[in-house]
């Protein structure tokens, strides 16, 4: 099974100039193709972590399933032997282990109970700082939200502090972003990946198939909030919106249009409000 890190040698120089040899990790960047219905219909760059989740949460994402029920079954082929499995109508949902065939390895296979509109795929996600490709129309990505959640100031400080403290895979190589989504007490869901754009869809996946609502609830970042972020965030129904670097200009013009609050550079008791600012409140 391809890892979510790679052990790698590096040579270190001290303050003092000095060379030390250093045995430590980099994150894994990998590309996965995901088959709907026997169509390949887009290749993801991303960590190999969670793929199922990442899978459906894509798939919810871009409006291509309402429920979990539309999905027949699901397989991530994750290496020669072996596969995570779902399927509802025989009770799998979990790792099997099983021979694959070496080109299925990479290939995550999902099978809906309806067919897909001819004119989708096949696209590339990139994991980079340019974010990754959408079917939809951005200007058409969401309505404004009728939510009165609000969230207290050390609330909010607190649940930034507890992403940082989940962060186990930017606390041992770096490189790697983490969001999660919460309530105003807790965090819910935590996913980590290379891309940014990749851990919003992972959380999406993951809400998909426990059943979790994800209405009025907040969702915190490391990475920087694009007009993508932005858009996934309010289809999930997300009215907060945290990061701790910052948005670009057309996020927080979406956010404003879409009655989102959009917070950035939220670092120690530190941060900055571009819009909604009253569901923050001080105590």
């Known amino acids: 099974m391809a890892e979510p890190t790679l052990p790698w040698r590096t040579v270190q120089y001290t303050d003092e100039g ?10 894994n960047e990998t590309r996965w193709r995901l088959y709907v219905n026997q169509r390949h219909l ?10 199922h989740y990442l899978a459906l949460g894509f798939l919810q994402s871009e409006g291509l399933i309402q429920t979990l029920d539309e999905v027949v079954s699901l397989k991530v082929y994750e290496d020669e032997h072996r596969v995570y499995w779902y399927m509802p109508s025989l009770g799998l949902e979990g790792p099997l282990t099983m021979q694959v065939c070496e080109e299925s390895v990479g290939a995550m296979d999902a099978r809906l109970a309806h067919p897909l509109p001819d004119t989708l795929g096949p696209q590339v996600l990139t994991s980079g700082c340019g974010g990754g490709v959408t079917f939809h129309d951005l200007e058409s990505g969401g ?21 940082n403290e989940q962060a186990q895979l930017y606390r041992d190589v770096r490189g790697v972003h983490t969001s999660a989504l919460a309530d105003p007490d807790r965090l819910l ?3 980590e990946d290379v891309g940014r754009h990749n851990t919003l869809d992972k959380i999406r996946g993951a809400c998909l198939l426990r059943g979790l609502p994800t209405q009025d609830r907040i969702i915190l970042t490391t990475g920087r909030i694009s007009s993508e972020m932005i858009t996934k965030a ?4 997300v009215p907060i919106v945290v990061s701790r670097t910052s948005p670009t ?5 979406l956010a404003q249009a879409w009655n989102m609050t959009l917070i950035g550079y939220a670092r120690g008791r530190r941060l900055s409000v571009y819009t909604g600012a009253d569901r923050l409140v001080a105590t």
């Open 18 to 27: 000095r060379a030390e040899v250093v045995d430590g990790a980099v994150i």
């Open 143 to 163: 309505e404004p939200l009728a939510s009165t959640l609000t969230i207290s100031l050390p609330q909010l400080m607190s649940l930034v502090r507890q992403l």
């Open 249 to 253: 200009a057309l996020s927080v013009r």
């Open 234 to 237: 309010v289809r999930l129904g």
């Open 189 to 191: 869901i935590v996913a």
């Open 42 to 51: 887009v290749s993801f760059m991303c960590t190999p972590r969670d793929l």
